[in-house]
């Protein structure tokens, strides 16, 4: 019976340390900096098949893809770049209006409608990233930091005639269509 109980307390003391040694490597991974991100333009079923989760219009192509984190649980930025027709990036657009809301109390909410973009607009690798009226969200430093410092692809700046969101200034995500090009652009930073 003595002996019984040893190795019961054995097995359960293994069980503990086991579980316990998961837990522990499970929480370090999410301090683990990392980054992804295409070195090439994709298509829709390779954008799934690698990174997924976005869901992109099934007219979506030319599709350009990063996700970085610094470690920690912040300092994670996304950021996507798709070309589709222009009705598509509307919808886009719509889908993710319509999720913010849900997801985010009033004071985070986008507004409802599309406004054209009235300000010029900053290149990812400066300064900032959003108009310059804007918070900044990241710096050279910070792309370095994340991997991102040669994303090129991401040239909202070029954008001559778009439309936006309207969103609060602590919001962490936003994204632009440009008119011109059919292009939708997309980042979330926290």
Known sequence: MKRLLKVISWVIGGMVVLVGGCFVVGQIGVFLPG??????PLSLSEFNREFGGEDLPDSASNI???????????????????????????????????????????????????IPIDSELIPIGKDVLYRDSERI??????????????????DIENIANGLTVGRPMSHPSRFWIDTDRNRFYYCWWD
């Open 64 to 114: 350009w893809y990063a996700n970085a984190a610094t470690g920690g649980r912040s300092g994670v930025v996304i950021l996507y770049r798709f070309d589709a027709p222009f009705e598509d990036c509307i919808a886009h657009a719509n889908l993710l209006i319509e999720r913010n809301n849900k997801a985010y109390g009033p004071d985070l909410q986008f507004g409802k409608d599309l």
């Open 137 to 154: 969200l990241r710096d050279n430093e910070m792309l370095k930091r994340l991997g991102l410092s040669k994303v090129d692809w991401f």
């Open 35 to 40: 980054t992804r991100l295409t070195d090439r």
